[in-house]
């Protein structure tokens, strides 16, 4: 027995000299870590935050206007190629017509396109022509018949100028095959620049295709203006260049982490500075609707580039006095917590590690040293008493010469702990709470403020043209249809103009009794069959006041079919689908009355604006001029700062009628504006603290204080005799070789008890 027994005590002994993984040292060791870690986050990044003249958020809101322009063109581009296909497909499946009345009739349905021409192929005869000359000996016809023959392209024209052109085939039995052709400028349909922008169409090389915004130096009178004009065209040619090389990276590399909304390659550009202002710019690669997805319009690799100078605030640069004061006072902080927490339990504890094993290696001479206070101290008098048990004095004699061993100190391990997070927290919490905290007198930067208004204005011209484009659809479709179409061939023409634009829910052809003699989609919501009652009072209309969704139709009468119209119902998805712009907030599209009909996100139907926002509609509607111009507002009260902006339809065509208007608002708190910046950052400074403060004092209370507390208990239970109690470590750490070394003295007192009275049994 004795030899098994010294096995056991052998094993333990080799245990407790292993190495020590676990325990007090880590937790320590990577709280001090992490404070040094964020003290030089907080020494670089709050002095960071408020470091630039021209804050982010004017570099990000110039980078969301040229996503803007990438995207009207886009769609501009492939609006028109698909118009100009589809008009040509339905010339195809009527009647043989004659080049001028194929292009009357495009004339009278679309206004979209600068010239038209048909072309004979196969001899290259002009056989007609409307408005500018079309360049058609840029156009080599003995390749249209190769793979992407007729996709749209780019020519250059002697002037120096571009165009874009676009192709369909007009073929019909028995003639010879003609080519219709449509020429375009290379602009930006319904993109308000405001007054000091510029904008730009690049391609590939970097070259610029045309540009809007920019004066030519011929054109201005003073030297100033002259100087000026050149110096912004040089600007906008270096961002060009170097946009085009930009854009040319896949849109996944070209990406920062974390960024969105926008499926191509887009970003930012800082220029020169000149006379206090500094050129910034945004740009964007045409992409498809989805990522991924190209279109014939991105096919042309152009790029889209907005310029704008932005005036500099050299006051508004802050020097890292704030974070070098914050950095410092955490470093004095968290070495006054760190040195607490090694004095008072590291030590401590690691001292009783090396007493308790001596005492198991049989070294009884010298007193324990023992802690002066915690649950060490409890453990330190325990294991004095049981050093002079060993020694042979009975345990109720060591209790009485052992200086009051059941006293116990009133400051543990546990009240040390929360005073180091008390101390942490006098730190974490005022950069919390308190400091550099934004109010309601927070600047917002000017361009910001304008740029809000003018990306309202560009989504709500550009909800007007897509309805403008849907009547013209209509009328198309109408005018082609005439009186002798039958109702089969009817269908076919409807389920071929849904197909391809993507705006109708149902399209289909009424008479003038009510009955519907041809359909494609879904079935009519708003018309039911026998309806005698016209519903129409505009060319588009909501006709419905209530209900869970808005119900848009446009018509188009059919000539010669007394009364019977072609009506197309437009799904509310596609209205709000050009709506989710990045950067705008919350958006809404509210009638004349100013009940919501559509929107960027969550919404009721036909509800009402917050006051101030609908005072804000009423404002812009009232005209100035031809037109209403759109405003822009800052509003400051309890709830912080925030940006709204309204435009009402400007501009012709069936939608102007609706008396429609866009109205968008965000918090000021949402942009990377240096108030708001310095907060968050602070505020995360604060985080880090609270959360490396409480994930490592926690763990050293799981993984330390509370077994050392359980600890004090049995060792003062063996001092006070309890030999039946075996004392098994929970973890392989500094607790748990104290608890060995005390469950070896525990075995050795009672071989010893067991020595001492084996002569009296043998007297019995």
């Known amino acids: 027995m004795a030899a098994s027994s010294s096995k056991r005590r052998h094993k333990v002994r080799r245990r407790a000299d292993m190495s020590l993984l676990g325990g007090i040292r880590p937790p320590i060791a990577v709280l001090s870590a992490l404070l040094l870690s964020l003290a030089g986050i907080t020494a670089l990044g709050l002095g960071k935050a408020s470091q630039d003249s021209v804050p982010k958020a004017v570099l990000t809101s110039q980078q969301h206007f040229a996503e803007d322009g990438a995207v009207t063109m886009r769609a501009s581009i492939d609006e028109s190629v698909t118009d100009l296909t589809r008009t040509a497909g339905l010339f195809n499946a009527g009647d043989p017509a004659t080049p001028d009345a194929v292009l009357d009739k495009i004339g009278s349905v679309y206004q979209k396109w600068t010239g038209t021409a048909v072309v004979e192929i196969e001899s290259g005869r002009m056989l007609a022509a409307r ?7 840029a156009i080599d016809t003995g390749k249209l018949a190769e793979k992407d023959g007729l996709s749209p392209r780019i020519v250059r024209l002697q002037n120096g100028e571009s165009r874009l052109l676009a192709f369909a085939l007009l073929s019909w039995p028995d003639r010879p095959q003609q080519l219709l052709i449509a020429s375009n ?13 510029s904008i730009a169409v690049v391609d590939t090389t970097g070259h610029i295709l045309s540009r809007d915004g920019v004066q030519e130096p011929e054109q201005v009178k003073t030297a100033k203006q002259r100087e000026d004009a050149k110096r912004s065209a040089k600007q906008l040619t270096a961002f060009a260049k170097t946009a085009a090389t930009k854009t040319a990276t896949h849109p996944l590399k070209a990406k920062e982490p974390g960024s969105g909304g926008f499926p191509g390659v887009s970003g930012s550009l800082r220029g020169n500075t000149f006379r206090g202002d500094r050129a910034v710019a945004g740009y964007a690669a045409l992409a498809g609707p989805q990522p991924g997805e190209g279109t014939l319009a991105t096919s042309l690799g152009l790029t ?6 932005v005036a500099e605030d050299p006051t508004r640069v802050a020097g890292p006095f704030f974070g070098l004061v914050s950095a410092a006072a955490l470093l004095l902080i968290g070495a006054l917590a760190v040195a607490l927490l090694l004095g008072t339990v590291q030590r401590p504890l690691l001292k009783l590690f090396l007493e308790s094993r001596r005492l198991t290696r049989g070294d009884l001479t010298r007193p324990v040293s023992v802690p002066r206070f915690g649950e060490t101290a409890r453990i330190g008098r325990a294991l004095e008493r049981l050093r002079r048990q060993l020694l042979g004095e009975p345990a109720g004699a060591a209790a009485s010469d052992a200086g009051r061993p059941g006293r116990r100190s009133r400051l543990g391990s546990r009240a040390l702990i929360v005073i180091c997070g008390v101390l942490l927290l006098a730190w974490s919490a005022p950069m919390l709470l308190l400091f550099n905290r934004a109010d309601s007198t927070v600047a917002v930067p000017e361009q910001v403020v304008s740029d809000q208004r003018e990306r309202t204005h560009t989504i709500s011209d550009r909800v007007r043209r897509a309805l403008n484009e849907g009547h013209a659809d209509l009328v198309s479709v109408a005018s082609l249809i005439g009186n002798r ?33 041809a359909r494609s989609g879904e079935k009519p919501r708003t018309l039911p069959a026998g309806s005698k009652d016209k519903p129409f009072t505009q060319p588009i209309t909501v006709l419905n006041k209530s209900g869970k969704e808005p119900s848009v139709a446009g018509y188009a009468e059919i000539p010669g079919r007394n009364g019977a119209m072609v009506i197309g119902e437009f799904r509310i998805d596609f209205i709000n689908g050009l709506l989710k712009r990045p950067g705008l907030g919350q958006i809404r599209v509210v009638d004349s009355e100013h009940r919501v009909i559509g929107g960027n996100s969550g919404y009721l139907a036909f509800d009402s604006l917050p006051k101030r926002l609908d005072e804000l509609v009423s404002g812009t509607n009232q005209r100035v001029g031809m037109n209403a111009p759109a405003g822009s507002v800052v509003y400051r009260d309890g709830d912080g700062v925030q940006i709204s902006a309204a435009s009402p339809f400007a501009g012709g065509g069936a939608a102007k009628q609706l008396r429609w208007t866009v109205v968008s608002w965000q918090p000021a708190s949402g942009l990377a504006i240096p108030e708001y910046s310095l907060q968050n950052r602070t505020v995360l400074a604060g985080l880090l603290g609270i959360t490396a403060a409480v994930a490592c004092l926690g763990w050293l209370y799981i993984v330390v204080v509370r077994p050392l507390r359980e600890l004090a208990g049995q060792a003062e239970s063996l001092a006070d005799g309890d030999r039946r109690t075996v004392l098994f470590p929970h973890h392989h750490d500094e607790v748990g070789a104290v608890t060995r070394s005390l469950e070896i003295v525990r075995q050795q007192l009672q071989e010893q008890r067991k020595r001492d009275s084996a002569p009296l049994v043998g007297r019995n």
């Open 485 to 517: 179409t039958s109702p089969d061939d009817m269908e076919k023409v409807l389920e071929r103009t849904r197909i391809e634009h993507q705006r109708y829910r149902s399209i289909y052809v009424r008479s003038a009794d009510g009955t519907v003699q």
């Open 185 to 197: 400028s290379l602009r930006f349909p319904g993109v308000s620049r405001g007054q000091f922008r």
């Open 304 to 309: 889209v580039v907005a310029m704008v100078d």
């Open 131 to 137: 408005g500018e000359n079309v360049p058609v000996t």
